[in-house]
Structures are given as C-alpha cells and as structure tokens.
C-alpha cells in the first residue's frame, strides 16, 4: 500500500469578513487510511469546527494536477448535510485512483450562511493600490528595459504566492525574447470548470514609467487578488498578468490559443486596461471617430455633462451583454459613487478598432465573454505613452472605486461561501537524491544542509513544467512552495535558514507525475 502523507492544514478560519455575527466553518484533516472492514475503501478523518456550532454541509473532491482544479469524489458516511462539528471520517472507494502518484484530497464544509459582498467591496484600499503602482512604475518594455520587465513579472508571481496561491508561467518567445505570462487559479467548490477571469497586462512603451498603462491595472489586479483570495467561491476565479500586450496582444493571444486547461470553461473576462486617471475639466473626454454612428446615446450622455472625463468606460461586445450588464448592476449596488458609461460593440469590435485595444480582444475573437475596463487611454489622458504617465497624475479614489465594482462583479458571478476547506496529500516518497525522468536528471543538494539547498532539473530533451515545488515537514504541514515554468533546465536555490533539526520532503509535481526527495537539516550546537 502507498503511504500516505498529510497536507497543509490550509486556510479555514482566515479572519472571515462576510458577516460580524458569523465566521466560517473550519477543517483539519487528522489523517487517512485503508479501511478496516473493506480494504476497499480508505477512511479519511478530519475534525469539523465552527464557532457558532452550526451544522454544516461537507463535501469530498480530489484533484490529480497539483490542484489546480478539483473534481467531486463519492463519499459516504460523515457528509452531505446536516454534519455536526467534532471529529468525523469519510468512506470513500478509492480503485479509481489506485495508480495514481499524488492527488490532493480536499474537503469542504460549509455552514449556508449568506455572505455579503458589500463587506467584501468595502475592502479595497486606495493605499494599497498606490504603494502597488509605486513598484513597478517605471519602464518595462520587453526588449528595451527587459530587466525591469522581468522584475515586474517576479513581483507579480511573489504576490500570488505570498497571498495564498500558486503561481504558474506560460512561457513563449516573441521577438527573440522569452515572455511569460503570470498565471493563478482558485479553484471553485462546487462548480470548478466554471471559470471567471480577471487580468491585467504588465509590460509598457519604452521611456515611460507607464503608471496609468498599465500598472494602475496591474495593481487593481493585485488588489483584487488580495481580496478574493480570503474567501471561498462556488466557481473557479483565474488571476492572470499578460506579457507583451504593447507589442500586439501578445500574450493573451499564446494564452487563448495555448494555455486554456481543457478543464476549465472561461465563463467571463473582466480586463484592466488603465482605471486610474480622471477629469472634471469641461471638454477633457473626447470621442473616436464614429462615436456618434454605433453608440449615439452614450455621445449624448458625455455632452451632457460637458465632456467631463469622470467616468469609468465598460467595453463589452454584443456576445458579453450578460457580463456587461454583471458589471454595471455591482457598480450601482455596491459603488454608486462610481459613474459607469457601457458599449456594447457588435461582433468582435472590428467595426470600431479603437475598442480592440486591449487584451479583451483575443478573447471575444474565441467567442468569449470579455470586458475592457478602461478610463479611455489617450480618449483622456494626454500623458498617454509618454514620460508624463506618472502616478502623480492618477485618481486614487476613482480608483478604488472602479476595483470595487470589479470585485463586485467578480463575487457576484463566482458566489461566494461561507465555507472552510482541508487539504491532504496522498503521494508515494522516494528516498533518493539522484534519479531521472523524462530523460531528465534530477539533482538535490547538499543533504544535509542547514536550510539552504538547491534543486537542480537538467538535461531534459522536452521541456519540463509547469511544476510545483513544496517542502513538507513529516508531520504534512508545507514549510515551502514554488513553481517551476517549462523549461528544458532549472535552479531553484531554496532558502529556509527557520526550519529546524529535522527530516522534511521536497515534493516535484508536474500534475501528472510526482517526485520526492528527502532533505535532512542539520542545525549546529
């Protein structure tokens, strides 16, 4: 029999903002076994805690990709609802899974509380989305300042990870550079396929510190990651930072094209494409060409208050009506300080291209639903791709309002629950510190080591990852995590000087395969 590790105890009883009269059900898997009366089935046990001592409703679901996404799993005993607080097990057949090298095991308790998103909304901080913009305001173009571009993208993926997730990298070559584009998931509980996309693109134009175009989306992404990422959804919500949009759309268009899971069904898009500049000067708004053809009552509301640029723009097509109507009703409901003026473009916008101007667009060229969240670029902004676009010029408070009805939405549409979830590792340890894959070698020194280590993958004919890296203590608490892009080599130098005198496991998953290499720690008297 495979042994059997437990995970991370995960994240059930993070401060829970919905409600001030109620806080979420929380889950600790205790441990997993074959079953005693049919060897059959495995027990997993897991202790059910909930501070107002409501009866929950649990669930059972695994996940064979790192989990990334989760699928359901039949279990009997101590699930469904009503299931009382206190030490429970779950049965559950386990031959569908028998040659599997590692799933994660995820069980879920929720105590169908209503959560109210307006708490939610309420937490964007202006301040936050300035010291976000602060960082990476400055050039990034991806062939004349690609250093600074590189270090952006790393920002970004530290972020991702230090807020719970787990980052990934599409990596693809453009123009004789390597670009990635920053990936994260949040799996749904109960509809995981269906899958709501917010994004930003990180690049800018040479020579300018780009604080509208496009960090002020960059940081409503992060702000938006912060916020959601403490609470537990019905659907699945997908965090991405787009690489080489300046350059063509580029990396939504390696995205759509390429990197979508077969899993996954992209129910909606809400793209960040410089939310951070308005102006209540008497004609600062101006209008494209053709405005007044395809969109005669939005011409008419702009001069009605004398062309004030002092509004936010939803750029959808006719396809996104649902989506776009999502985003108007949260603005009203959640942020009614907040101006909203809609398009509606037919097709896939090639009527009006300078609606197309943004990574939205490879999306409805998919036949997917996708907004363009936009205070219009150079419509408004004179300091558009210039040395001007400095954060200095930007809105913080037009800002946060715009976040927040984009968070809205986002919670709208992917539900969110007042649940806790657990998670357990089953995976199969190998004790060695040489070994090969793929025509790979993989490579794990020094052992011992004093927390300081590095893992090295070489020589791979194909390219190697996306994978994810975790360190357990033996006891399945994750110490560490990282994630590997597909590459043919890596170096990932692991530094930990806190873990103490112990034996730990570094576990590599690619999402089809897993491999464990043990890594002593020895600590000087």
Known sequence: MKKLRSW???????????????TSPTVVITGMNTALANPLYYSLDYTLADLQNDSCE???????????????????????FPVLTGSRTLLFEHSLLAN???????????????????????????????SYIQEIAFPRHYL???????????????????????PYRQAFVYNNYLAHNILARKSGHKNDSITYVIDAHFDGVSQTPGADDNASGVAGLMEAIRILGDYEFENSLRFIGFDVEEAGLIGSQ?????????YERTAGVINFEMIGYI??????????????QLFPAVVAAVQSDSMRGNFIINVGNVPSAVLSAAFDSAAVRYVPGLRVISLLVPGTGQIAPDLRRSDHARFWDAGLQA???????DTRNLA???????LARLNMTFMRRVVQASIGALADLAKPMSAGKGDYLYAVPVSVEVHAHKNCDFKLFPSPNDGKFTLQINSCDIPFGPASVRLFSLDGKQQYQAWLASETSHTLAIQLPELGTGTYLLVVDDGHESWTEKVVVQRSK
Request: aromatic share 6%; charged share 15%.
């Open 8 to 22: 991370s105890l995960l994240l059930c009883g993070l401060p829970v903002l919905a409600l001030a009269q109620n």
């Open 58 to 80: 649990v669930w059972l679901r695994y996940s064979t990709n790192g989990g990334r996404s989760f699928q359901p799993l039949i279990a009997s005993q101590d699930v469904g």
């Open 100 to 130: 599997a090298d590692s799933i994660v095991f995820r069980v879920v308790a929720s105590d169908r509380k209503p959560m109210n998103i307006q708490t939610i909304v309420n937490r964007v901080d202006s301040n936050l989305l300035r």
């Open 144 to 166: 004349a300042q690609t250093p600074q571009l590189d270090s952006t993208k790393d920002r970004l993926a530290r972020f991702m990870q230090a807020e719970g997730l787990s």
């Open 254 to 262: 390696r995205y759509v094209a390429q990197a979508i899971p077969a």
């Open 279 to 292: 102006s209540q000067q008497i004609n600062s708004q101006t209008l494209p060409a053709g405005f007044g």
């Open 371 to 377: 907004l363009m969240i936009t205070d219009g670029a």
């Open 384 to 390: 558009y791709h210039t040395a001007n676009d400095t």
